[in-house]
């Protein structure tokens, strides 16, 4: 290999970097103590009515979080859930809140808690974003734009 394509190797390197490094960034968000990390909605089929969503959230601060609703103008209601699964029949179900204990993170994913979005005003196409504002009992409201993602999370 000559020194030019040695060069235009580097060049490509450190542009993939930070492009990487980029996006890592915008896929987290600081509010207070909290850090929310890869916000995403699964994208949802023509017709659909309902659609999930999924984050993680850290709670970098010495006392207990709440995340206790949430809201957007893509769906007339919002709920957060949880899928369980009792006597081999897998539920979902409303909950009230979900706790982030301090110094510690929980993750809404696929097949455990998660963000409902009901009656969706429209699909949610991969590549567009979902305004969400985020209600915690100390922090108050936070807006986090969630990618679309397809539902494999990808």
Do not use: K
């Not at 999930?52 to 209601?77: I, K």
């Not at 709920?79 to 699964?85: A, I, P, W």
């Not at 029949?89 to 706790?99: F, K």
């Amino acid at each position: 290999m000559n020194l030019s394509n040695i060069i235009r190797v580097a060049v490509a390197s450190v542009v993939l970097a930070a492009t990487v490094g980029a996006s890592e960034v915008e896929a987290q968000q600081q509010a207070g103590n909290i850090v929310i990390e890869s916000a995403w909605i699964g994208a949802t089929n023509p017709g659909a009515t309902v659609g999930a969503g999924y984050v993680t959230l850290r709670n970098t601060g010495p006392r207990s979080e709440r995340l206790t609703s949430a809201a957007s103008d893509a769906a007339d209601r919002v709920e957060l859930h949880e899928m369980t699964v009792t006597n081999g029949m897998m539920r979902m179900h409303p909950v009230a809140a979900i706790e982030i204990p301090p110094g510690g993170a929980v993750t809404l994913a696929p097949g455990g808690l998660h963000i409902m979005f009901l009656d969706i005003r429209a699909p949610f196409a991969v590549g567009s974003t979902v305004p969400v504002t985020m209600r915690f009992e100390h922090q108050g409201d936070v807006q986090v734009e969630f990618m679309v993602r397809r539902r494999d999370g990808r």
